[in-house]
T-cell receptor
Framework: GAGVSQSPSNKVTEKGKDVELRCDPI?????LYWYRQRLGQGLEFLIY????????KSGLPSDRFSAERTGGSVSTLTIQRTQQEDSAVYLC??????????????FGEGSRLTVL | GENVEQHPSTLSVQEGDSAVIKCTYS??????FPWYKQELGKRPQLIID?????GEKKDQRIAVTLNKTAKHFSLHITETQPEDSAVYFC????????FGKGTRLHILP
C-alpha cells in the first residue's frame, strides 16, 4: 500500500502483559515517529528515528517502553508489563526529509491499546 | 527540548465567522511549523505549514502567520463551514516535530 500501515488496529490486553505494536512506513521515508494519543488528548511524542542515526528516545515515559527500527523501515514499539494508564491510541508517522514537502508527516490509522 | 503551547483548547464559532488558534514555541532554533487537522476517529492530516523564512502563508480559506521574534504562530480560518469542525494541532520542529495539545473547533449552525 501507499500509506503508513499499523498493526494491530486494536489490542486488548491484561495488566502486566507485554505488547508489540508494528509500523510499516511509506517506502523511502527516512524519518519515523511514534506518538501516543490518550482519549480526547493531544499527540504526545514518544520516539523519533531518522535514517541511520541513533533514535531520539526522549519522549518515552518509562523504561517499560522501547522501540526499534529494522533496516531503516519497519518499526516495532514494545510496552512491557502494561499498566492501565498505557491505554491509548499509538500513532506512527513517517516523513521524507527533502524536497518541497520537507517534514510533512503521514500518519497511520493507529493502534488502539486497551489494558484491562 | 521544544515545548509548544496552544490556545484555546476549545473554540466555538458561528458558521461563516472566522476562527483563530494561537501557538507559542520555546526553541528559537525551530524552523518549520505545520498545522494538522484531525477529524473524529481519523488520523491527523497536514492542512498547511510555514517555514521560518516566511511571515505569512495562505491557502484558500486558511492562513498561517509566524512571528519569530515573539516565537508565536497562528492559524486563521475564514468563512468557516461545518466541515471545519475538528481538532487542530499546531507543531514546531527543530530536529523533531512536537505538537501542541490541540484545539477542538466547533462550527455552530
Amino acid at each position: 500500500g501507499a500509506g503508513v500501515s499499523q498493526s494491530p488496529s486494536n489490542k486488548v490486553t491484561e495488566k502486566g502483559k507485554d505488547v508489540e505494536l508494528r509500523c510499516d512506513p511509506i517506502s523511502g521515508h527516512t524519518a519515523l515517529y511514534w506518538y501516543r494519543q490518550r482519549l480526547g488528548q493531544g499527540l504526545e511524542f514518544l520516539i523519533y528515528f531518522q535514517g541511520n542515526s541513533a533514535p531520539d528516545k526522549s519522549g518515552l515515559p518509562s523504561d517499560r517502553f522501547s522501540a526499534e527500527r529494522t533496516g531503516g523501515s519497519v518499526s516495532t514499539l514494545t510496552i512491557q508489563r502494561t499498566q492501565q494508564e498505557d491505554s491509548a491510541v499509538y500513532l506512527c508517522a513517517s516523513s521524507f526529509l527533502g524536497g518541497r514537502n520537507t517534514g510533512e508527516l503521514f500518519f497511520g490509522e493507529g493502534s488502539r491499546l486497551t489494558v484491562l | 527540548g521544544e515545548n509548544v503551547e496552544q490556545h484555546p483548547s476549545t473554540l466555538s464559532v458561528q458558521e461563516g465567522d472566522s476562527a483563530v488558534i494561537k501557538c507559542t514555541y520555546s526553541d528559537s532554533a525551530s524552523n518549520y511549523f505545520p498545522w494538522y487537522k484531525q477529524e473524529l476517529g481519523k488520523r491527523p492530516q497536514l492542512i498547511i505549514d510555514i517555514r521560518s523564512n516566511v511571515g505569512e502563508k495562505k491557502d484558500q480559506r486558511i492562513a498561517v502567520t509566524l512571528n519569530k521574534t515573539a516565537k508565536h504562530f497562528s492559524l486563521h480560518i475564514t468563512e468557516t463551514q461545518p466541515e471545519d469542525s475538528a481538532v487542530y494541532f499546531c507543531a514546531a520542529r527543530d530536529d523533531k516535530i512536537i505538537f501542541g495539545k490541540g484545539t477542538r473547533l466547533h462550527i455552530l449552525p
